[in-house]
């Protein structure tokens, strides 16, 4: 008798969890369409880009003088224009006849305050130019950069630390002006 119980209650047991497992059917939707307003489509606001055709600043292949190339960015907003000249700064167009100074830079952020750029750039970033090459890299950040005539100077950190020099030969230490 004592067993019989036991297989009841164990019957019972598994087909109460048996139970457990499964979901509720989803309440059925209506099927009665809902009608959109006349003359409206679902609009996506995708936003304006603004182009501009900027000049960019490269060495010759000897690194003797700065050459400059016509290239063309596209942008939505302001900061924007500014991060895609310093990439631009990298990827000459005529790179058989233009040396990019600027190859391989990194940086963590730029930013846009009251007339100054600020270029917060990863200290990692190696140069092999030595002090000419320094100086024609600056020279080519600051004739790409002010073209912009709403930037008046060009503030580079390294790690978000006030920077001396990039490579040791140029001083950065205040900002680049005009």
């Keep these: 008798m004592k067993k019989?119980?036991?297989?009841?209650?164990?019957?019972?047991?598994?087909?109460?969890?048996?139970?457990?497992?499964?979901?509720?059917?989803?309440?059925?939707?209506?099927?009665?369409?809902?009608?959109?307003?006349s003359g409206s489509t679902p609009?996506?606001?995708?936003?304006?880009?603004?182009?501009?055709?900027?000049?960019?600043?490269?060495?010759?292949?000897?690194?003797?003088?700065?050459?400059?190339?016509?290239?063309?960015?596209?942008?939505?907003e302001d900061i924007e224009k500014y991060k895609k000249a310093l990439s631009m700064l990298e990827k000459p167009q005529k790179t058989d006849d233009h040396v990019p100074l600027w190859k391989d830079f990194h940086y963590h952020s730029v930013t846009f305050d009251k007339g100054t750029l600020t270029i917060d750039a990863d200290s990692k970033n190696q140069?092999?130019?030595?002090?000419?090459?320094?100086?024609?890299?600056?020279?080519?950040?600051k004739k790409t950069i002010f073209q912009f005539p709403e930037v008046?100077?060009?503030?580079i950190l390294e790690d978000g630390k006030?920077?001396?020099?990039?490579?040791?030969?140029?001083?950065?230490?205040?900002p680049l002006t005009r």
């Design 127 to 141: 140069y092999n130019l030595g002090s000419s090459g320094e100086g024609m890299a600056i020279d080519a950040l």
């Design 43 to 76: 609009s996506t606001t995708e936003p304006k880009l603004t182009k501009q055709t900027i000049t960019v600043y490269y060495s010759d292949n000897d690194l003797m003088e700065l050459q400059k190339e016509e290239q063309e960015i596209s942008f939505a």
């Design 4 to 37: 019989s119980r036991m297989i009841w209650m164990a019957a019972l047991a598994m087909l109460l969890m048996a139970g457990c497992g499964q979901k509720a059917a989803p309440a059925p939707q209506p099927t009665t369409p809902v009608e959109q307003p």
């Design 162 to 174: 006030k920077a001396e020099s990039l490579m040791g030969h140029v001083e950065i230490s205040e």
């Design 152 to 155: 008046e100077q060009i503030v």
